[in-house]
């Protein structure tokens, strides 16, 4: 009977990173809200890192983010904190 090399019930995070997201250790979503600052007037709006449209700025209608195969890309000049 041989011995396993690698310890399963304590993987290391970085071996946990590169994992699928339902084949960790504990699944859990890569996906999150994020508060996407406009950098015309500054309001704050909430925006899922996902999103599959275009999300508008509703005080001077720029463009925030655009929807891309899989996370939204952020316009130049926007600034955002995970929720």
Known sequence: ????AVDLLNPSPAAEARKHKLKM???APRSFFMDV???GC???TTVF???QTVVICQGCTTVLCQPTGGKARL???CSFRRK
């Open 1 to 4: 009977m041989s011995v396993l």
């Open 25 to 27: 250790l504990v699944p």
């Open 37 to 39: 600052k406009c950098p």
């Open 42 to 44: 500054f309001t704050i």
């Open 49 to 51: 890192s996902h999103a």
């Open 75 to 77: 316009t130049e000049g």
